[in-house]
């Protein structure tokens, strides 16, 4: 008995789909070999051009901050801008409590505030208005901030520009902790800027792993628990290599855990967690639980 065949139903006889599968494998062999041809003659057609990034993050604490910010965008007070692209993260930039993680105004509001804060110290030596920085986008969640500005000059060549928030803090969904993410394409090339705030504290070393182009921010990563906090202390007096060694987002790193792929500047500074305010004394107050000093605040 013949089966009968599906009401409906028209296959495709054999010989065609050879056909069609031989087609595909030949368009697709093509397309590499262009895409290859294109590569070997990149220099004829294209012209490299270098632009110099500043990536800056910075845990505020929730406080105003009513310093001059130029010492930190230029190195100086009365320092230049150099750079041609400015990418500002901020993590804490309002206290995180319930009202400011349920309620956007007050973050939207305070940064506002760094906004003018940032532009003012980027175009407080323009000559004129072809040579100040322009706004390319912002991101908030809650107390983490990010900011891109680039040259004006170089606006026009910004396209595709794209922003996401993701919460990864109470529940892993509020947004006390998580980070904010800009992206675009910047003549040709595409880049994509992180800055988040993870999860605290020693023991929560699978969390911060577990919530991973440049990313910036306070990633949280303190010196492993094997190190005595007091012992802490002395080592970030002195022996920096030693507490690097301990250092727990190098030692996820090692272990594939976690930034694997992601690099970092060589540490040359002291830990910079956690300070007493308006001071280079780390916070260390009787009474008050003692939190080690770690590297918190990274650039990778």
């Not at 060694?245 to 030692?251: A, E, N, P, Y």
Request: glycine share 6%; aromatic share 8%; charged share 30%.
């Amino acid at each position: 008995m013949r089966p009968r065949r599906r009401k409906g139903a028209n296959p495709i006889p054999k010989f065609e789909r050879i056909t069609l599968l031989i087609t595909q494998i030949v368009k697709q062999i093509y397309k590499l070999h262009i895409d290859d041809e294109m590569r070997k003659n990149e220099p004829e057609f294209t012209t490299i051009r270098d632009l110099k990034l500043w990536l800056g993050t910075w845990n505020v604490n929730g406080k105003k901050i009513d310093e001059n910010i130029n010492i930190w965008l230029t190195g100086s007070v009365t320092g230049k801008p150099t750079a041609d692209i400015y990418v500002v993260g901020l993590e804490e930039m309002v206290d995180l409590t319930a009202t400011t993680v349920v309620l956007e105004s007050q973050s939207q509001k305070r940064a506002a505030v760094w906004v003018e804060m940032v532009e003012k110290a980027l175009n407080r030596t323009a000559k004129s208005e072809e040579t100040t920085y322009v706004l390319v986008e912002q991101q908030i969640l809650v107390g983490v901030f990010l900011c891109v500005y680039v040259r004006k000059s170089l606006r026009p060549r910004v396209q595709d520009v794209m922003t996401t928030t993701v919460a990864t803090g109470l529940l892993g969904m509020m947004g006390n902790k998580g980070g904010a993410a800009i992206r675009f394409r910047l003549l040709d090339s595409t880049v994509c800027f992180v800055c988040s705030h993870l999860a605290a504290h020693r023991e929560n070393v699978a969390g911060r792993n577990a919530d991973f182009h440049k990313w910036i921010g306070d990633l949280n990563y303190r010196i492993t628990s094997d190190v005595p906090t007091l012992k802490v202390f002395d080592y970030a007096r002195g022996d920096l290599a030693y507490l690097l060694k301990k250092d727990q987002l190098k030692v996820s790193q090692r272990a594939g855990l976690a930034f694997e792929e992601f690099t970092e500047p060589e540490v040359k500074f002291p830990p910079t967690y956690k300070y007493k305010k308006y001071t280079t004394s780390y916070d260390k107050k009787e009474g008050k639980k003692c939190r080690a000093p770690a590297w918190c605040d990274r650039i990778l």
